[in-house]
């Protein structure tokens, strides 16, 4: 995530200057201007992938919750039906989809909301979600089934662990790998902040002060060594839209985070800017030395940021770029992209095996070392997933956490010093009931705050319910969103105009 310095909005100063206006005027025209700049962004040209034409039947499609055939692939007239009405864009045509048992689409209505801040869903645009027959597609495959195989390995043994050197020696075999080199920086964002110290943030393990409370991050988590939906029988009633799965099972006792499996399921059940309040609220304890160089509180003696500048003002920020980030990521799932989750690509891999049918899949996945060691403990080339109902009912691309991450973590960046050290940075012991310090390692807030949106992002990935490339996206369609909504919010601070 890139610094920007979003307080340099030359058009502050007119709104603020102590014309004889009176303050419906000057109202008037702060409304105007932020009508202007709407308008003077045309709606964006948006370009899917062709999978949706390219495929027969539909099978390089999202398509959960619709019924499908016994060879795993949508049944084709149902998915026209499904296109229609979601083109239509109507609460009425969407209730005509006959949808395959009682689970329910993921409000594809949120795709055409609009907002009274930034630029609209329309106005933003991502590059085509990596093909189904694409090298780019693959990679992201190789990527899941290995981060699969190692949810239980803990962060701390990844550079010695064996499971992890052959998953790096086979990603490097990807021609079309997008993450870091995965001989150093295996599963990690691809940020200067996700290269120093811990896999695991700061911010989802320091406590987080909560009123007059402390709050440990100590999170429930699942038991190791149990995933779902590995095979057909237990795949294809839920693809089709059933919700009768198998219970989640916990952990006796709640932890710091310390694996795959571990984020996995804080990203489950988190609520949508969850880690980001959490962040935010770190970083207000922290005071002074956390600021903004900006924020025109820092050297003053008569008053302080609250309204504006100070608590309030933050955690509004948090939240209101995290929902406009949410329906700008809706617009390009259900309206332009439809791409298909990971397990369903994995399931036309096994339909390959299991039926003979063509895959259109890219040779690098089919020559994946990965396949054997899944089959071995699978009985499948399923992607087996964290969560009892795998993926949810809205297509992957782009990633929602990551688009909410991006937008949340420009704000914080905006708010706070990304070039500030973390105070007393910390990592919790092997079995994760205690924080001790971490030693010999420098960490900024900016650095902490880019791992925060790639442990978010990436969380997912390691549920199995995205692919690197969403989460990619997601991120930088996050930070525009951000970025246009603190252009509308900045310029109605007087303490932003003052200074210019």
């Known amino acids: 995530m890139r610094r920007r310095n979003l307080f ?6 007119s709104l603020h200057a102590g014309t004889p206006t009176s303050r419906m005027e000057r109202l008037a025209a702060f409304r105007n201007q932020s009508l202007t700049r709407l308008l003077a962004t045309d709606e964006a040209l948006q370009f899917p992938n062709g999978d949706e034409i390219a495929f027969p039947n539909f099978m390089g499609c999202y398509s959960k919750g619709l019924p499908h ?3 795993a692939n949508p049944d084709p007239v149902v998915y026209s039906n499904y296109r229609d009405a ?12 006959p949808l395959g048992g009682s689970a329910r689409l993921a409000c594809p209505l949120g795709a055409h909301s609009f907002d009274l801040t930034g630029l609209d869903s329309c106005q933003f645009s991502l590059p085509p979600a990596p093909s189904l027959a694409s090298a780019a597609h693959a990679a992201d495959l190789v990527e899941l089934y290995w981060r699969c195989l190692a949810r239980d390995v803990p962060f701390s043994d990844y550079d010695t662990h064996p499971l992890l050197a052959a998953a790096a020696q086979s990603l490097s075999r990807c021609s079309a790998y997008s993450g870091p080199p995965p001989f150093t920086h295996l599963f990690r964002g691809s940020t200067p902040g996700d290269q120093v110290g811990p896999f695991v943030s700061q911010f989802l393990w320091q406590s987080i002060p909560f009123g007059s409370s402390l709050l440990p991050q100590r999170w429930r ?9 590995s095979t057909l029988a237990e795949w294809l009633p839920v693809a089709s839209g059933s919700t009768q799965v198998a219970p989640a099972e916990w952990r006796s006792q709640p932890r710091y985070i310390l694996t795959q499996r571990d984020l996995a399921v804080y990203v489950w ?3 949508s800017f969850q880690a980001f309040l959490n962040a935010a609220l770190i970083l207000l304890d922290w005071g002074g030395a956390a600021m903004s160089p900006q924020n025109p509180y820092r050297l003053t003696k008569a008053q302080g940021g609250f309204v504006n500048f100070g608590g309030p003002m933050v955690l509004d920020f948090v939240a209101r770029v995290a929902n406009a980030a949410l329906r700008a990521s809706w617009f390009q799932k259900w309206q332009v992209h439809r791409r298909l989750r990971p397990e369903e690509t994995a399931a036309r891999l096994d339909a390959a095996t299991r039926f003979g049918q063509p895959t259109f899949l890219h040779s690098d996945l089919h020559a994946a070392d990965v396949l054997p060691s899944i089959e071995a403990n699978y009985g499948s080339r399923l992607l087996p997933q964290v969560y009892p109902e795998g993926c949810p009912l809205h297509p992957s691309y782009p990633a929602g956490h990551a688009t909410i991450a991006g937008a949340c973590i420009t704000v914080l960046k905006v708010l706070f010093n990304p070039d500030a050290t973390i105070p007393r940075p910390l990592e919790p012991t092997p079995d994760g009931q205690q924080l001790v310090p971490l030693t010999h390692t420098t960490l900024t807030i ?5 791992k925060l949106a790639s442990n978010i992002t990436f969380g997912r990935d390691s549920a199995g319910v995205h692919y690197r490339s969403d989460g990619a996206a997601g991120l930088r369609l996050g930070e525009q969103v951000a970025r246009a909504m603190l252009a509308d919010l900045l310029p109605g601070l007087p303490e932003v105009a003052a200074g210019r």
């Open 8 to 13: 340099s909005i030359p058009f502050l100063s």
């Open 69 to 71: 055939l016994p060879n």
């Open 86 to 97: 979601l083109e239509q864009g109507t609460l009425g045509a969407i209730e005509t989809v």
């Open 221 to 229: 988590t699942f038991i190791p060594a149990r995933d779902h939906l």
């Open 269 to 271: 059940k988190d609520f």
């Open 446 to 450: 900016g650095g902490e705050l880019d």
